[in-house]
């Protein structure tokens, strides 16, 4: 088998050199126009983007996270949240700086919403080939997830180190806003095996309130990562007054269904202040109703962010069965075969087991 520093040579992504950003236009008098996501950013020369990642340069478009890593850690799958990708294994997960949309209740502000006028996040320069050879190295991770804050705005980085570490069968999860224009998110998905896509809410004014972006994109992207048949869930962050309708969360869990399918796992997440948004958490009551409500359109449904081991377990949807037991982050496979089906009735709960 050749070794892995003979592959890397193998390779080298086009148009990329050093720290040039992928997906932009130059314009006259030295700007650019980035193309990455739908912000679609007219940047001046020595500015940066909207989000505080991707800067001009002498009219090229520099990444400037570019192995810049922020957070390390190895996580729990179910941590990303993960429920049904390798249920119960580790990932190493990795993270940088900055974020392309806004959100007042951002819960990793501390990291996404780094304004570069002020003191820089500590950060430790670990280049693509390391990165991918550390994780293909460790066996106790089956791969490399790219969270903490926004992935899309080290799309290079992401992109390079995915390849690499899919060289040697290694899996590769994003855990993204999904604001991210087609053309790029199609490259993506040659090398990303697995997707949670934050679903903010169900209508455009509350991204345009909270987190300063629109609300169409993030639709178009839930469904290409659905129709390109890379594993999907989804995660709603139940806010209230801002996103706590019930007959809109309704028509939310309805057109997951119709769009991605009813076993697509969607998770609920109870609020607590954070950030700018400074208002009283999610009443569990509230995180009750919306679970009951979405599972009457989808399979699999759980609560996060709450003190209940009921609503963190995998139910067969066919027999009603207890196939898998959560608490916290450690799982315990009660009622599921090896090949991932229903001990009690055969039924596929997991196509990555």
Known sequence: MQKFSEKAKLWKLSNHTMNEASYYTKLENHEVQCTLCPRMCIIEEGRFGDCHARRNRNGVLSSEVYSKIAAINTDPIEKKPLYH???????????TTGCNMHCS???????????NRKPPVPTKTIQPEQMAENVIKDISSIGLAYTYN???????????TARLV?????????????????????????YIDAFNIDLKAFNNGFYKKYSKSTFKPVLKSIKAISKSGKHLELTNLVIPMANSEK????????????????D???????????????????????????????????????LGNIAT??????????????????TY?????????DDGCCKNCGTKIFKYY
């Open 85 to 95: 990708f390798y249920p119960g294994s580790k990932i190493t997960s990795i993270g």
């Open 105 to 115: 209740f951002c819960q990793n502000h501390t990291l996404s919403q780094v304004n």
């Open 150 to 160: 926004e992935p899309t705005v080290n799309y290079e980085y992401m992109l390079e």
């Open 166 to 190: 899919k060289m040697e069968d290694k899996k590769t999860a994003m855990i993204s806003n999904g604001y991210i224009n087609p053309d790029p998110l199609h490259m993506l998905l040659e």
């Open 247 to 262: 007959e809109e969360f309704e028509e939310m869990c309805k057109w997951i269904a119709g769009e991605t399918g009813k």
């Open 264 to 302: 697509t796992p969607l998770h609920l997440s109870r609020f607590f202040p954070r950030y700018e948004l400074d208002q009283y958490p999610t009443p569990p009551e509230m995180m009750f109703d919306f679970f009951d409500i979405a599972r009457t359109h989808l399979n699999y449904v759980y």
């Open 309 to 326: 081991e009921l609503h963190s377990n995998t139910i067969c949807p066919s027999c009603g069965k207890k196939v898998v037991e959560r």
């Open 329 to 337: 982050y450690h799982i315990a496979p009660k009622g599921i075969n």
